[in-house]
């Protein structure tokens, strides 16, 4: 593999991923990495979980896929609750088959919190209700002895490269689907990005290592944020219009 797109959280967005996935086909990839969170929110999830199944990618599992398959339905939340009422019984099994993690090559690890937790952080912590990014000692802890020489994840929707001082590669390629949003684990916070783009990567290999590109994509946000409106959830119509949430 040597020119790699990591997709993340398209949370149901078929308008944004649509779009990612032209941007991909015109940049010639030869392998996709889906890293979790595929449906979950007041969007489009059954077009989204049918064009995800039509896919040869490498794709894993995130808590909202888990908490869909897994989960009790009248104990999900909103975004879940929605999403699960549109699904049939295959695709959430589907979801629920999906790995938690995925190794390859003995090259590359795929997670989508860290690799021992779906919703633990890898390259943020959450202080005063933000994330900063974590320090090489905080992400070696969360890491807990696992090494690869490239790892990918995702959950924070916020776009990132770090390089560890071992010379090891993490790269959260930000969300598909979903620019702004709040969430209370593990105390309430915000993560904004402050623009409405679809975000994924590109990892290219060349003699030198691997080149990072994190990429933007505009989309027809506004018929996204139009679809949140209609389905009750400001909170999603303004992340998804401005990339950043109401109040902030």
């Not at 032209?22 to 392998?31: F, I, L, P, S, Y």
């Not at 969170?37 to 969007?43: A, Q, R």
């Not at 860290?114 to 209700?129: A, F, K, M, Q, Y």
């Not at 030198?208 to 389905?231: F, R, S």
């Amino acid at each position: 593999m040597q020119k790699i797109a990591v997709l993340s959280d398209i949370h149901g967005n078929i308008a944004a991923l649509e779009k990612v996935m032209a941007d991909m086909q015109h940049r010639g990839v030869d392998a996709v990495f889906n890293l979790g969170d595929h449906v979950s929110g007041p969007l489009w999830p059954k077009e989204t979980i049918v064009m995800l199944m039509a896919q040869d990618w490498f794709q894993i599992r995130g808590n909202h896929d888990r908490e869909l398959a897994m989960t009790a339905a009248d104990r999900h939340g909103a975004s879940d609750r929605y999403a699960y009422a549109r699904l049939d019984e295959i695709e959430v099994r589907w979801l629920g088959a999906l790995p938690t993690t995925l190794t390859l090559d003995n090259e590359f690890l795929l997670c989508h919190g860290t690799p021992s937790s779906d919703v633990t952080t890898l390259l943020e912590t959450i202080e005063h209700g933000r994330a900063r990014i974590s320090s090489p000692v905080e992400v070696r802890a969360r890491l807990d002895g696992v090494d690869f020489p490239v790892m990918v994840c995702g959950h924070t929707h916020f776009p990132r490269v770090v390089s560890l001082p071992g010379g090891q590669l993490i790269i959260n390629p930000g969300s598909v689907g979903l620019p702004a949003y709040d969430y209370d684990v593990p105390s309430a916070h915000v993560i904004e990005t402050g623009s409405p783009h679809a975000r994924y990567a590109v990892m290219e290999r060349k003699p030198e290592g691997w080149t990072i590109d994190l990429i933007a994509v505009p989309y027809d946000h506004q018929l996204a944020a139009d679809q949140a409106c209609k389905n009750g959830r400001p909170d999603w119509e303004e992340g998804l219009l401005t990339g950043y949430m109401v109040g902030e």
